[in-house]
């Protein structure tokens, strides 16, 4: 049995912890079955927004004649641009996998592996067994299939590893789920001419977002999909190359949707229970997560976890950031705590989703009280100039304090926008600072953030 300083199991956002750690002269292990980059490089961000540009280049051509320009689009070339996107990323994982081969005192095992306990893995090929002083879990995330759903599973169904790679349109599309994933990926497909149809058994798309944001959604997405809200799916039969989807309401309305194709997009689910985690006294709490302090260390000392496996967001910048903290209190032993309040998130779909802090529901739920401040995409006179017809900011701020409680954008580029609230919301500044003291650039879209700390009436008016 090989003994390492340290184990990194997982190549995702992980292999920059392994990296630091042998960088800096610690013997380091590093596992990762599948391509270095984890699911954000190869089956995750990357390629489902290099894929979302195609699509949003293509709706560009369409709506040319809005400039008075007139265009059109002679060939897609679906299946190429699919192949080109998904080999870019496989070369970049095969350079990081070339690097770490390279870099002194890291050791790279590329196979599955499973934990025997607290400290120590075997490879599940050989038998092989390494331990080491301390261990960081980063082993990531799969998409959740329910088993709930009567046939589902013997059915030929997509995830969205699947739908990423997929060369050959379907011309029916359905799409079980209707959060960030399936609100993408419905963008995506309906954008190349697939008929997209969407079942999400809460009352909106996108639901986990503020309530105004998730209802003005949807009602962008009905103009281009069928939208099923208020359904759960409860059984799938496949016959004769259609797939029939059956999705039944609280109130018995039962429907059938077919389709050529299913994409499950129901969301993910970490790994826990794919690493033989059981073997450890590593906790986890009821939804499989590992739980962790605020050092992102678990239940037993010298082992943290972090990424999707880890309960503090889903996100690849939340990772990163999570990686930052582990090398600065594993490697580098200084110990240093997370802080997640200024955490924004996106939803790369037409239009952007874009957002920080508490939604409108939970300020309510909290008895926070709250005043709103609004602004139009359409006020704006970079927004004439981009000729567009919807969009908006909302902001939450204490009636007192002035502190931003949250913001929320849907429109052009709102995951760019929204960088102009976190800091504001992560260090503190109010909405009138943030109004008085910062200049704008005329005509830029950041004015609607300017327009909406406008709106923000103080409690006397």
């Known amino acids: 049995m090989s003994e390492f300083d340290l184990i990194v199991f997982g190549g995702g956002t992980g292999n920059t912890v392994a990296s630091a750690a042998a960088a800096d002269g610690r013997e380091t292990a590093l596992i990762e079955k599948g ?47 699919v192949r080109e996107v998904n080999a870019e990323l496989a070369d970049t994982a095969d350079e990081i996998r070339a690097n770490k081969q390279s870099e002194e005192n890291l050791t790279l095992f590329q196979e599955e592996a499973r934990f025997v306990d607290d400290r120590t893995i075997e490879l599940t090929a050989t038998g092989e067994r390494h331990t080491a002083d301390k261990v960081v879990i980063a082993a990531g995330s799969h998409p959740i299939v329910p088993g709930a759903i009567d046939g589902l599973t013997d059915s030929d169904y997509l995830t969205s590893d699947d739908a990423l790679t997929l060369e050959e349109r379907p011309e029916r599309l359905v799409i079980l789920g209707g ?4 609100a993408e990926l419905g963008y995506y497909f309906g954008s190349f001419g697939v008929d997209v149809a969407l079942i999400e058994m809460m009352d909106t798309l996108v639901p986990r977002e503020d309530s105004e944001i998730a209802e003005s959604f949807t009602e962008i997405a009905r103009e281009r999909h069928d939208v099923f809200t208020g359904y759960r799916a409860t059984s799938v039969v496949e016959s004769e190359n259609t797939i029939t989807v059956t999705a039944e309401s609280e109130d018995e309305d039962e429907i059938e ?3 050529d194709a299913l994409l499950v997009a129901l969301g ?26 605020d050092s992102l260390q678990t239940s037993v000392e010298n082992v943290w976890a972090m990424g999707d496996i880890a309960d503090n967001g889903m996100f690849k910048h939340s990772g990163d950031y999570e990686g930052e903290v582990v090398i600065d209190t594993v490697v580098h032993g200084k110990r240093r705590t997370t802080d997640f309040t200024g955490l924004p998130h996106a939803v790369f779909t037409e239009p952007q989703i874009g957002a920080v802090g508490k939604t409108e529901s939970e300020l309510e739920d909290d008895d926070q009280e709250y005043v709103v401040g609004c602004a139009e995409f359409t006020d704006t006179a970079m927004s004439r100039a981009l000729k567009l017809d919807h969009g908006f900011v909302k902001l939450l701020t204490d009636p007192e304090t002035r502190d931003i ?3 929320h954008i849907l429109g052009y580029e709102a995951s760019m926008l929204i960088h102009e609230i976190t800091p504001a919301f992560q260090y503190g500044i109010t ?20 327009k909406a700390c406008k709106d923000v009436h103080a409690p006397n008016q």
Request: hydrophobic share 40%; glycine share 8%.
């Open 35 to 81: 391509p270095l980059g984890g699911l954000c490089l190869n089956r995750g961000c990357n390629p489902s927004k290099m894929l979302i540009q195609h699509a949003n280049l293509v709706n560009r051509i369409r709506d040319a004649d809005q400039f008075g320009i007139d265009a059109s689009i002679d060939d897609v070339r679906f299946a190429e641009f």
């Open 179 to 182: 959060g960030y994933i399936a």
């Open 257 to 259: 949707v077919q389709g």
């Open 268 to 293: 993910r689910q970490p790994n826990t229970d794919r690493i033989g985690l059981d073997a450890t006294n590593v906790s986890t709490n009821e939804d499989g997560f590992i739980e962790t302090d």
């Open 405 to 407: 409680l949250g913001c």
């Open 431 to 450: 909405v009138d600072e943030l109004q008085n003291t910062l200049i704008h650039v005329h005509p830029a879209m950041n004015k609607v953030i300017m």
